[in-house]
C-alpha cells in the first residue's frame, strides 16, 4: 500500500510542478493562455486560467492527502509507549545526598608550606 501511495505522490508532484510552471505569473513566466479573446472557450486566455487554477488546487489536494496517508501508514506500526515509561524505577540507585560543606567563619588565608 505504501508503495502504491509513494508512486501516486511522485505522478502528482511531477504533474503539480508541469502545471504550476504553466500558469502565467505577473511577469509572464512560461504562461500558457495567449490567443485570441474573441472566441468563448475553454482555451481563451481567462479559460485556461481559471482550467490551470482549478487543476492545480485539485492536485494539491491529493498531494496532501497522499502526505497525510504515508503518515498515517508509518505511524501504524510504532510502538505507544512513552520513553518515560520503558525506564523502571528499580534501576535507578538511590544515593543520599553530600551533608553540605561548613562555611568558614572567616576568610581563608592558604597556610604557608
Known sequence: MQT???VAELVISI???GFV???RSEG???GMGGGSSSMGGLFTARGAADTLTRTTSILAFLFFLTC???NILALGGRDQSSILDSVPAANI???PM????PSPAGPSVPKPQ
Open 15 to 17: 504533474a503539480l510542478i
Open 21 to 23: 510552471l504553466l500558469q
Open 28 to 30: 509572464g513566466g512560461l
Open 98 to 101: 553530600p551533608a553540605p560543606a
Open 4 to 6: 502504491i501511495l509513494l
Open 93 to 95: 540507585p538511590a544515593k
Open 68 to 70: 497525510i496517508l504515508l
